[in-house]
């Protein structure tokens, strides 16, 4: 080509006059429009006519009547109906040639101006016309009205884009102007994008709209849907994000309310225990009570009693509550909120072991020297009546005076000495109890998870757990064993330990493993472990419980390959309760330090970092790191005082300095 040529080509969805300023083979060097030099390949032109332009007239002359030309040429654009050339040629279905388009439209003119104002139409609306740059094909009336949806959804999201980003710079300047029409499907997408961000579906609507409102953090979005009262600003997104139904569907409840409610049934395969005495030991906030202990003394041993709600008498395998308890795999217990497992109809009332109700259990019976040495155990179907609910605290008061939660302790202890003497790890660590009190502020106390009621409950559940799982094995029925490898390193001995060395044995331990077959828990040091002790809170305690009665001729049992299924499919579920509870008291308890801002704390130092040390505060056994300080060289388990700096809880994050 040579120089002087008037020329087009395609840039960012619109069509571009030049100049040639300089040929080649392979690259040419053009004047544009917009006084901009580009280098393009000749291959990439959408017009080449004959009209010249004398490249010495000086590039603003040049630029000028680039830009008069592309003006003429849009204008002779605007002369051409398209809709009325689409229904004269769409029966053909044939390339038409540039050229003959043109004649088409132009009978009495055919020159360069007019070529390219046909180009500048068909390609401006390429929904009647299939479009290359010297030949074009009708689209046909089909193609016609999926092109008309495409433009027509692509117009609806320009809208809403442009809606997006004026409501969040409204909102954020503090106007009352009315909301867009659209506001809720505004939310939605602003809402997906905060969750999931590129795995949305409205990823790319949404960093438009945030773009074009003059944001860029997540934080802004999550401000502005609070700002709009989509949100509190304690939203828990976890459980938007990991898809958490807070309640029950109609059908659900409906078969919840057709459990039986009444106190008395008959049930000849049941070992009536009514006439001993039963109690329940738990937290005063518990709603959901699934396990209850007895003890009577004998001639020359005791017998224990641990007593389980019999809950798969009435959520039955395969049925609708079954599969709802299977989807969520566990309840989840958070500072602000409770989400049973089975609708709370069920979970808090029918199935429920509550004071003077009479209740369906599977009970294991342990029999003990008066010493404290095992005998024998026997699992059955039973019916209890539990007597007293006492919480931990009343336990605790109680211990010393009631003779039979000062006997169920002794017990306890003793088996925990046995545990400890079988290499079992004790990490024995305070629990931080966040509740929010009336006014919604969080509440922070330690718990001693070491206290009489606590200890005794722990162990005996232990117990039980343990028992059932030798009472399968020796049935040779499969169930959701539960073993752990031995730790990476051992840093406890026999149970003590300071609280430095209890915190990094945990981080020491070895996941646990659930597989179909018994096997050792180093960290119980028991050699098989199943949990059963908590069917109303947990699927997997349910499983178990069903196998318990398959054994007792209850019902059929899950084969072994059904085990493993079931152990796959909650994997994922079992994993984001986890995350989910963990991070929900993180975040009230950032909550609580919010308000503690240039407070000193005690903590001890874990471990040295790259820049910095990661420490542990006592008060609140929360880690964070601590910037290195010059001239201080500190080391593992020293203790520090730092005081608080910064926290943000919607953040996450933590920051002290020594002090």
Same mark, same amino acid.
């Given at each position: 080509?040579?120089?002087?040529?008037?020329?087009?080509?395609?840039?960012?969805?619109?069509?571009?006059?030049?100049?040639?300023?300089?040929?080649?083979?392979?690259?040419?060097?053009?004047?544009?429009?917009?006084?901009?030099?580009?280098?393009?390949?000749?291959?990439?032109?959408?017009?080449?006519?004959?009209?010249?332009?004398?490249?010495?007239?000086?590039?603003?002359?040049?630029?000028?009547?680039?830009?008069?030309?592309?003006?003429?040429?849009?204008?002779?654009?605007?002369?051409?109906?398209?809709?009325?050339?689409?229904?004269?040629?769409?029966?053909?279905?044939?390339?038409?040639?540039?050229?003959?388009?043109?004649?088409?439209?132009?009978?009495?003119?055919?020159?360069?101006?007019?070529?390219?104002?046909?180009?500048?139409?068909?390609?401006?609306?390429?929904?009647?016309?299939?479009?290359?740059?010297?030949?074009?094909?009708?689209?046909?009336?089909?193609?016609?009205?999926?092109?008309?949806?495409?433009?027509?959804?692509?117009?609806?999201?320009?809208?809403?884009?442009?809606?997006?980003?004026?409501?969040?710079?409204?909102?954020?300047?503090?106007?009352?102007?009315?909301?867009?029409?659209?506001?809720?499907?505004?939310?939605?997408?602003?809402?997906?994008?905060?969750?999931?961000?590129?795995?949305?579906?409205?990823?790319?609507?949404?960093?438009?709209?945030?773009?074009?409102?003059?944001?860029?953090?997540?934080?802004?979005?999550?401000?502005?849907?609070?700002?709009?009262?989509?949100?509190?600003?304690?939203?828990?997104?976890?459980?938007?994000?990991?898809?958490?139904?807070?309640?029950?569907?109609?059908?659900?409840?409906?078969?919840?309310?057709?459990?039986?409610?009444?106190?008395?049934?008959?049930?000849?395969?049941?070992?009536?225990?009514?006439?001993?005495?039963?109690?329940?030991?738990?937290?005063?906030?518990?709603?959901?009570?699934?396990?209850?202990?007895?003890?009577?003394?004998?001639?020359?041993?005791?017998?224990?009693?641990?007593?389980?709600?019999?809950?798969?008498?009435?959520?039955?395998?395969?049925?609708?509550?079954?599969?709802?308890?299977?989807?969520?795999?566990?309840?989840?217990?958070?500072?602000?909120?409770?989400?049973?497992?089975?609708?709370?109809?069920?979970?808090?009332?029918?199935?429920?072991?509550?004071?003077?109700?009479?209740?369906?259990?599977?009970?294991?019976?342990?029999?003990?020297?008066?010493?404290?040495?095992?005998?024998?155990?026997?699992?059955?179907?039973?019916?209890?009546?539990?007597?007293?609910?006492?919480?931990?605290?009343?336990?605790?008061?109680?211990?010393?005076?009631?003779?039979?939660?000062?006997?169920?302790?002794?017990?306890?202890?003793?088996?925990?000495?046995?545990?400890?003497?079988?290499?079992?790890?004790?990490?024995?660590?305070?629990?931080?109890?966040?509740?929010?009190?009336?006014?919604?502020?969080?509440?922070?106390?330690?718990?001693?998870?070491?206290?009489?009621?606590?200890?005794?409950?722990?162990?005996?559940?232990?117990?039980?757990?343990?028992?059932?799982?030798?009472?399968?094995?020796?049935?040779?029925?499969?169930?959701?064993?539960?073993?752990?490898?031995?730790?990476?390193?051992?840093?406890?001995?026999?149970?003590?330990?300071?609280?430095?060395?209890?915190?990094?044995?945990?981080?020491?331990?070895?996941?646990?493993?659930?597989?179909?077959?018994?096997?050792?828990?180093?960290?119980?040091?028991?050699?098989?472990?199943?949990?059963?002790?908590?069917?109303?809170? *947990?699927?997997?305690?349910? %499983?178990? @419980? &069903?196998?318990?009665? #398959?054994?007792?001729? !209850?019902?059929? +049992? $899950?084969?072994?390959?059904?085990?493993?299924?079931?152990?796959?499919?909650?994997?994922?579920?079992?994993?984001?309760?986890?995350?989910?509870?963990?991070?929900?008291?993180?975040?009230?308890?950032?909550?609580?330090?919010?308000?503690?801002?240039?407070? *000193?704390?005690?903590?001890? %130092?874990? @471990? &040295?970092?790259?820049? #910095?040390?990661?420490? !542990?505060?006592? +008060? $609140?056994?929360?880690?964070?790191?601590?910037?290195?300080?010059?001239?201080?060289?500190?080391?593992?388990?020293?203790?520090?005082?730092?005081?608080?700096?910064?926290?943000?809880?919607?953040?996450?994050?933590?920051?002290?300095?020594?002090?």
């Amino acid at each position: 080509m040579e120089s002087g040529e008037i020329v087009e080509y395609i840039d960012d969805q619109k069509i571009i006059c030049a100049v040639v300023m300089e040929g080649g083979n392979q690259k040419l060097r053009l004047l544009t429009e917009h006084n901009r030099e580009v280098k393009m390949a000749s291959r990439r032109l959408s017009h080449r006519g004959k009209t010249r332009l004398n490249p010495s007239l000086g590039r603003n002359r040049i630029v000028e009547s680039l830009r008069a030309l592309s003006l003429k040429r849009n204008a002779i654009a605007d002369e051409i109906e398209i809709e009325d050339l689409w229904k004269i040629l769409n029966q053909e279905q044939t390339w038409i040639d540039l050229q003959t388009m043109t004649g088409l439209c132009f009978p009495k003119a055919l020159d360069d101006n007019h070529e390219s104002g046909v180009i500048r139409a068909i390609f401006k609306s390429r929904r009647h016309f299939k479009f290359k740059p010297d030949r074009f094909l009708p689209h046909t009336e089909a193609q016609m009205a999926a092109a008309m949806t495409m433009e027509q959804k692509a117009a609806r999201q320009e809208r809403l884009i442009v809606s997006g980003a004026a409501w969040i710079r409204s909102v954020r300047s503090g106007s009352t102007d009315e909301w867009p029409p659209c506001h809720q499907e505004l939310s939605g997408i602003l809402k997906s994008y905060y969750l999931f961000e590129k795995e949305s579906p409205h990823y790319s609507t949404a960093r438009t709209i945030i773009k074009n409102a003059g944001i860029t953090s997540a934080e802004a979005i999550f401000k502005h849907l609070v700002a709009v009262g989509v949100w509190t600003s304690d939203e828990n997104v976890d459980l938007l994000r990991y898809h958490i139904p807070e309640d029950f569907s109609p059908p659900v409840l409906e078969l919840a309310q057709s459990v039986p409610t009444a106190d008395t049934f008959e049930d000849s395969g049941r070992v009536d225990l009514t006439h001993i005495k039963t109690i329940t030991i738990d937290g005063q906030s518990t709603l959901d009570f699934d396990d209850a202990l007895s003890i009577e003394t004998r001639d020359d041993h005791f017998l224990v009693g641990i007593h389980i709600s019999d809950v798969a008498q009435y959520i039955k395998k395969g049925d609708l509550l079954d599969r709802e308890a299977r989807s969520r795999g566990s309840s989840i217990y958070m500072p602000d909120n409770r989400i049973s497992m089975a609708p709370p109809l069920l979970a808090e009332h029918r199935l429920s072991l509550k004071k003077d109700h009479l209740r369906p259990a599977i009970s294991t019976m342990v029999k003990i020297s008066l010493s404290g040495d095992f005998i024998s155990y026997d699992i059955f179907p039973s019916i209890i009546r539990v007597d007293h609910q006492l919480s931990y605290f009343e336990a605790n008061i109680s211990s010393e005076e009631d003779q039979a939660i000062a006997v169920l302790y002794d017990i306890a202890t003793r088996f925990r000495e046995t545990r400890l003497s079988q290499g079992a790890i004790q990490i024995t660590l305070p629990e931080i109890n966040i509740w929010l009190d009336e006014s919604g502020v969080p509440v922070v106390n330690r718990v001693d998870r070491e206290s009489p009621g606590r200890m005794l409950i722990a162990e005996m559940m232990i117990l039980s757990n343990w028992l059932s799982a030798r009472f399968l094995s020796e049935n040779n029925t499969p169930a959701i064993f539960r073993s752990q490898p031995k730790p990476k390193n051992r840093i406890l001995k026999n149970g003590t330990g300071t609280l430095f060395q209890n915190w990094m044995q945990r981080k020491l331990l070895n996941r646990f493993v659930l597989r179909p077959k018994r096997d050792h828990h180093c960290g119980l040091g028991l050699d098989a472990y199943v949990t059963a002790t908590s069917p109303i809170r *947990k699927y997997f305690d349910l %499983v178990t @419980q &069903r196998q318990l009665r #398959a054994v007792l001729g !209850l019902e059929a +049992a $899950y084969t072994e390959k059904e085990i493993e299924a079931i152990i796959g499919q909650l994997a994922q579920p079992m994993a984001d309760v986890g995350r989910i509870q963990f991070r929900r008291n993180r975040y009230w308890l950032l909550k609580h330090l919010e308000g503690r801002i240039g407070e *000193k704390e005690e903590a001890i %130092v874990l @471990q &040295r970092r790259r820049n #910095a040390y990661s420490i !542990l505060l006592k +008060a $609140y056994m929360i880690e964070c790191p601590l910037p290195q300080s010059s001239g201080i060289d500190l080391k593992p388990e020293d203790l520090v005082q730092v005081t608080i700096q910064h926290v943000n809880a919607r953040n996450n994050t933590l920051s002290v300095f020594m002090g």
